[in-house]
Nanobody, 124 residues
Framework: QVQLVESGGGLVQAGGSLRLSCAAS????????MGWFRQAPGKEREFVAA????????TTAESVKDRFTISRDNAKNAVDLQMNSLKPDDTAVYYC?????????????????WGQGTQVTISS
């Protein structure tokens, strides 16, 4: 089992940057695929990015490609989401999620563990 805690959210102007972090506690962090999802008010949860156990493979949603980068540090039990060139449409609660496996997955239902979320607000 793994517990996830997100941090790094906040209010920034359009065009700015934020770096979200997810701290994981529990055993065998390196055996988990890690993902970031987001949910804006009145909208369904949306996949943002995922990274495999080693960090050698990632996948990113088209809506944030070239702007967001996911990374992980297994020695620190952490996964980050670097967000650049932020837009008002990026405003949402961002969630860190995990599941034990090898293949990257953008389907939230495959993820067993979720953090509480961190609010990201982008002003125009």
């Amino acid at each position: 089992q793994v517990q996830l805690v997100e941090s790094g959210g906040g209010l920034v102007q359009a065009g700015g940057s934020l770096r979200l972090s997810c701290a994981a506690s529990g055993r065998a962090f390196s055996t988990y695929v890690m993902g970031w999802f987001r949910q804006a008010p009145g909208k369904e949860r949306e996949f943002v990015a995922a990274i495999n156990w080693s960090g050698g493979s990632t996948t990113t949603a088209e809506s944030v490609k070239d702007r967001f980068t996911i990374s992980r540090d297994n020695a620190k039990n952490a996964v980050d989401l670097q967000m650049n060139s932020l837009k008002p449409d990026d405003t949402a609660v961002y969630y860190c999620a995990a599941y034990r496996g090898l293949a990257l997955n953008s389907n939230g239902y495959e993820y067993n563990y979720w953090g509480q979320g961190t609010q990201v607000t982008i002003s125009s």
